[in-house]
C-alpha cells in the first residue's frame, strides 16, 4: 500500500506571497492531520480534517487554513506568507487501530520564505 | 493539557553499545505514547506505539519501550545500536478522549560512533 504522498516536496517563496500544499493520504484512510516543523518551536499541530470537516485546530493565526476533498486528500493554504513560515510542513493520516488513532507521516513539503 | 519531555537533546552511543532515549509525559489520565522516528530530510517513521494492552512494547528495526505509570515514563531502549539507528527520534502524546492531535517533545538526536 503506498504511502502519504505529498506535493511538492521543496517550495521557494517571497514574503507577501501564499502558497498551497498538498497531501494525499494512505488509501483508506479518512483523517488527515497536518503539522508544522521549525528548529525553534519543533513539531506543532496545525489542524485535522475528517470526511471533509476540520475536526481540530491548533494555535496557529488564521493565515493557515486547510480543506479536504471528497477523496480525503487534504490540502493547506497559506497567506500572506511571512520569514517565520519557512518550515517543514507534515502531513500525516490516520486510521483506527484497535481503539487507538495511528498517524502515519509524509516526506513534508520544506518551505523557504526569502 | 498534556506535554512531554524529552531528557537530553543529543545522546552519543558506540556501535553496539546500548540504546537509551528517555521519555516523560504529563496527563491527569494515561495517554496513548509514541515513538517516531526521523532520518535526515525525511518525515516522521512510527517506530512503537502504547494504547495499554502491554506495559512493554516492542516496536520495529529492534527498539521497544516500557510503559511506567508511576514514573510517567516512557523510554525507548534498543540492546545493541547500529549505525543505520543514527537519526532523531520524538516522543509524542495524544488523549485517549477528545482531540487527537499529537503533542510531541522537542526531540533527542542519536549519534552512533563506529
Known amino acids: 500500500k503506498a504511502g502519504v504522498t505529498q506535493t511538492p516536496r521543496y517550495l521557494i517563496k517571497t514574503r507577501g506571497q501564499q502558497v498551497t500544499l498538498s497531501c494525499s493520504p494512505i488509501?483508506?484512510?479518512?483523517?488527515v492531520s497536518w503539522y508544522q516543523q521549525t528548529p525553534g518551536q519543533g513539531l506543532q499541530f496545525l489542524f485535522e480534517y475528517f470526511s471533509e470537516t476540520q475536526r481540530n485546530k491548533g494555535n496557529f493565526p488564521g493565515r493557515f487554513s486547510g480543506r479536504q476533498f471528497s477523496n480525503s486528500r487534504s490540502e493547506m493554504n497559506v497567506s500572506t506568507l511571512e520569514l517565520g513560515d519557512s518550515a517543514l510542513y507534515l502531513c500525516?493520516?490516520?486510521?483506527?487501530?484497535?481503539?487507538?488513532?495511528?498517524?502515519?507521516f509524509g516526506p513534508g513539503t520544506r518551505l523557504t520564505v526569502l | 493539557a498534556q506535554s512531554v519531555t524529552q531528557l537530553g537533546s543529543h545522546v552519543s552511543v558506540s556501535e553496539g553499545a546500548l540504546v537509551l532515549l528517555r521519555c516523560n509525559y504529563s496527563s491527569s489520565v494515561p495517554p496513548y505514547l509514541f515513538w517516531y522516528v526521523q532520518y535526515p530530510n525525511q518525515g516522521l517513521q512510527l517506530l512503537l506505539k502504547?494504547?495499554?494492552?502491554?506495559?512493554l512494547v516492542k516496536g520495529i528495526n529492534g527498539f521497544e519501550a516500557e510503559f511506567k505509570k508511576s514514573e510517567t515514563s516512557f523510554h525507548l531502549t534498543k540492546p545493541s545500536a547500529h549505525m543505520s539507528d543514527a537519526a532523531e527520534y520524538f516522543c509524542a502524546v495524544s488523549p485517549r478522549a477528545g482531540r487527537r492531535a499529537l503533542t510531541f517533545g522537542s526531540g533527542t538526536r542519536l549519534q552512533v560512533q563506529p
Open positions: 488509501s483508506g484512510h479518512r483523517s
Open positions: 502504547y494504547t495499554s494492552a502491554a506495559t
Open positions: 500525516a493520516s490516520s486510521i483506527q487501530e484497535r481503539g487507538t488513532d495511528t498517524q502515519y
